[in-house]
């Protein structure tokens, strides 16, 4: 299993950025695929999961209603849509794939076993 995670970059508070990541290898009709980010000195934190099988979609509290998760079965990708992004927000991202975890494994980041390399996304305020 490959995942690539792009799409970061260096934006302003309020802005909005794309990730996207690339995901091949296998069928992931089973699959969780989940976006993690980790800031300097900080744990890596889930924010937010979508099924790949029913589209299901899971949030942190943090990026509710600011971020959307969503995918393309046909293209084998999954999208996180950031918009009123916050410094807050600075990490660098990751793409990460688990086998039909249990709920609470969703929101686990040792719960998923394929991961992407991250991309840096920095808000300035």
């Known amino acids: 299993v490959q995942l690539q995670a792009s799409g970061g970059g260096l934006v302003q508070a309020g802005d909005s950025l794309r990730l996207s990541c690339a995901a091949s290898?296998?069928?992931?009709?089973?699959?969780?695929m989940g976006w993690f980010r980790q800031a300097p000195g900080k744990e890596r934190e889930f924010v937010a999961a979508?099924?790949?099988?029913?589209?299901?979609?899971y949030y942190a509290d943090s990026v509710k209603g600011r971020f959307t998760i969503s995918k393309d079965n046909a293209k084998n990708m999954v999208y996180l849509q950031m918009n009123s992004l916050k410094p807050e927000d600075t990490a660098v991202y990751y793409c990460?794939?688990?086998?039909?975890?249990?709920?609470?494994?969703?929101?686990?980041?040792?719960?998923?076993?394929?991961w992407g390399q991250g991309t840096q996304v920095t808000v300035s305020s």
């Open positions: 979508i099924s790949w099988s029913t589209g299901s979609t």
């Open positions: 990460a794939a688990a086998e039909a975890p249990y709920y609470s494994d969703v929101f686990n980041p040792e719960k998923y076993a394929y």
């Open positions: 290898g296998r069928t992931f009709s089973r699959y969780i």
